[in-house]
């Protein structure tokens, strides 16, 4: 049966039409293998196998009601693993957090109401670095999460539970949230396939808010054409979530079905960034990754492609843009837990101001307290106009650099992660190297775009990630461009040893 688990999310999804397995069978295996896992790995902070098992019995009912068409769907009977950010109907939703351990949410987030919509199964909800801050899931309250490629290391973050998930095989796909890089990132180091959207595809509505502008939520998996499915699940207009956009319906996997030839890229204009594989900034990037890198582009030229040089001038300030913009709307977003409406509250306190004080210097951890401090500061009269609306003006400056970018390229490519991943504690005394892992990420949140990671061979038995940028609303042309590479390369097809 551990071919049945190794399987893509559409293999599972015909296995279960063709009646080969149900889906509480399946849900079972899934069940069994974390049992066994997860007290190494530590990818879930949740596991309800009676609340699991019985969407798998609605599921299993309505793929046997259901005639083509009706009643079940490509996702109906499939569990998944969802990132501990959305606000699950009863289910803990603690965000990575002390702050929000006890919490129960009394309704679902939208993504979680789309893929309940859909027939899916949630089979637990996943770790994450404490409010998705992070870069290695080692923020998180419930203990950091080990990378199944070598348990010494991190798996990347903050969406770290659900990258480990996937790759050990305790889960064919789940959901992530990049604000800076938190789906492609873990992608990169667990060798999965991530997506972040255009801002404003997926509803934010019920995902706990780290910074609101940048936040969006996406599908990680073991393929392009995966990815598309949990896309077409999760994507749509919600009129609860202001900055939702208003689109017609499309079907994601829509570039992946259509014929192509032997050059099924012919035409594709691949824009590569001087600042992503330039001198000086390459010293950012591991010899090692960029090998990797440059031979996945070479592949892409197999496949007709054609690459043109091209320039992010504004890119080097994208990290500390980012890291004034996002602790500043964290700090805003952060303000409601304050132990009066929910979550954790200091057992002891005089008055109502020292329960404010206390439950907050208990409940939140040392990262989200500086990005707090960080956030207040940068906010406060007299540090607004230099650090707040600066960094508000680098970030249109940034967005201008891909505007014209992509009039010379239809996609941008280059690294995800500067390295493979990195042994646990090794940069958690220090909040700038830690920051860093994001430099080639974090750019694309502040325009705004869709991003992918796809895996793109191993360092030294590590699995390293290669980066796809579209323009707005390009998420279609961007699964099929990972799905040609896909076809042709066998590296996403790869399971870490030692946990069969
Ligand atoms: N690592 C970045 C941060 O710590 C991005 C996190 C994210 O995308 N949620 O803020």
């Keep these: 049966m551990t071919a049945m688990i190794a399987r893509n999310v559409s293999a599972l999804s015909q296995a279960l039409a063709a009646k080969e397995i149900s889906s509480v069978e399946l849900t079972q295996l899934y069940l069994d293998r974390i049992a066994r896992l997860n007290p190494e790995i530590n990818a879930f902070v949740t596991v309800d196998a009676d609340k699991s098992l019985a969407q798998a019995r609605a599921a299993d009912e ?30 803990l939703t603690t965000c990575g957090s002390r702050m929000l351990g006890n919490f129960v949410s009394p309704y679902d987030a939208t993504v979680i109401e789309n893929y309940n919509a859909a027939g899916a199964v949630i089979l637990g909800k996943t770790n994450m670095d404490e409010f998705a801050m992070g870069s290695s899931n080692e ?25 480990a998930a996937v790759a050990a095989l305790m889960a064919p796909a789940a959901t992530g949230t990049d604000t800076g890089g938190s789906i492609r990132q873990p ?11 255009t801002y404003g595809v997926v509803s934010r509505y019920g995902m706990v808010a780290f910074a609101s502008s940048l936040d969006q939520a996406g599908p990680m998996g073991r393929s392009a054409e995966d ?19 208003s689109r017609e319906k499309e079907d994601y996997g829509r570039e992946i079905s259509a014929a192509a030839g032997d050059k099924p890229l012919a035409g594709l204009k691949i824009g590569l960034p001087k600042e992503f594989f330039g001198t000086s900034e390459r010293s950012g990037c591991s ?32 990290v500390p843009a980012y890291y004034v913009i996002a602790p500043a709307e964290a700090s805003s977003n952060l303000s409601r837990f304050d132990g009066v409406r929910y979550g954790y509250r200091a057992p002891e306190y005089s008055d109502l101001n020292e329960m404010y004080a206390r439950s907050r210097a208990q409940g939140f951890g040392v990262e989200v307290k500086r990005r707090i401090l960080i956030g207040t500061y940068v906010l406060s009269h007299g540090y607004y106009d230099a650090y707040y609306l600066q960094a508000q003006r680098v970030r249109r400056l940034i967005a201008n650099d891909f505007v014209a970018a ?8 280059g690294p995800t992660s500067p390295s493979t991943a990195f042994n646990l504690g090794e940069k958690a005394a220090d909040p700038v190297q830690m920051y860093l892992s994001d430099i080639y990420t974090i750019a694309v949140n502040l325009a705004g775009l869709p991003g992918m990671s796809i895996p793109c061979g191993f360092a030294s038995s590590l ?30 097809l790869r399971h870490p040893s030692g946990f069969d």
Excluded at 187 to 197: R, V, Y
Aim: proline share 5%; with cysteine.
């Design 62 to 91: 309505s793929r046997a009601v259901g005639k083509a068409g009706k009643g079940a769907g490509p996702l109906t009977g499939i569990p998944l693993a969802q990132k501990d950010i959305f606000c699950t109907k009863g289910w």
């Design 227 to 245: 990815c598309a499915l949990l896309l077409n699940a999760m994507a749509g207009f919600d009129e609860r979530d202001s900055t939702s956009l």
């Design 139 to 163: 923020t998180s309250y419930f203990g950091a999460v080990k990378n199944p490629w070598d348990t010494a290391r991190v798996p990347g973050g903050s969406s770290g539970g659900s990258a």
């Design 463 to 492: 699995p390293a990630g290669l980066q796809l940028i579209g323009d707005y609303f390009s998420e279609a042309k961007l699964l099929n461009v990972a799905h040609r590479y896909q076809q042709t390369t066998d590296w996403h």
């Design 406 to 413: 992509f009039r010379q390229c239809d996609v941008i490519m």
């Design 287 to 318: 010899p090692e990754v960029m090998q990797l890198v440059d031979a996945a582009i070479a592949e892409y030229r197999k496949l007709g492609a054609e690459t043109v040089d091209i320039s992010l001038p504004n890119m080097k300030l994208s």
């Design 187 to 197: 992608a990169a180091l667990c060798n999965l396939t991530g997506l972040k959207p």
